[in-house]
């Protein structure tokens, strides 16, 4: 199992044919270094709504849920990890949005009597 002190370190991606391969880096505790690429298909992120620019921090949580390490070193996000995680954006959203609703009183005929001076 991973050691929960080490990292990925990200290195940097390159692109081809509509993906992009994020390369990072794992260091042990015997600080010996193992490279790791995670693909992610540009198309199917845009589609889930998912920004470029978080594509590397979930492209890093693919290899972080990784129950040991593989002998495999390349992965690919997947059409069905976006997916999950476009729902799970979206529920946050809906959670946000239910939170921000007022809870709105139809007007009463003292509407504005705080303000207004009784002689008016």
Not at 99 to 105: A, P, T
Request: net charge positive; aromatic share 10%.
């Amino acid at each position: 199992m991973h050691d929960p002190k080490m990292q990925y370190l990200f290195k940097g991606f390159s692109e081809a044919l509509g993906v992009r391969f994020f390369q990072f880096e794992y260091v042990a505790a015997d600080r010996s270094r193992t490279v790791f690429t995670v693909g992610a298909n540009l198309a199917l992120a845009r589609r889930y709504g998912i920004p470029l620019q978080e594509l590397p921090l979930l492209c890093r949580q693919v290899l972080k849920d990784l129950d040991d390490i593989q002998p495999a070193r390349d992965f690919t996000f997947t059409e069905q990890q976006m997916q999950t995680f476009a729902d799970g954006r979206q529920a946050a959203r809906d959670d946000a949005a239910a939170k921000r609703k007022l809870v709105r009183r139809p007007p009463t005929d003292r509407t504005g009597t705080a303000w207004r001076s009784p002689g008016h």
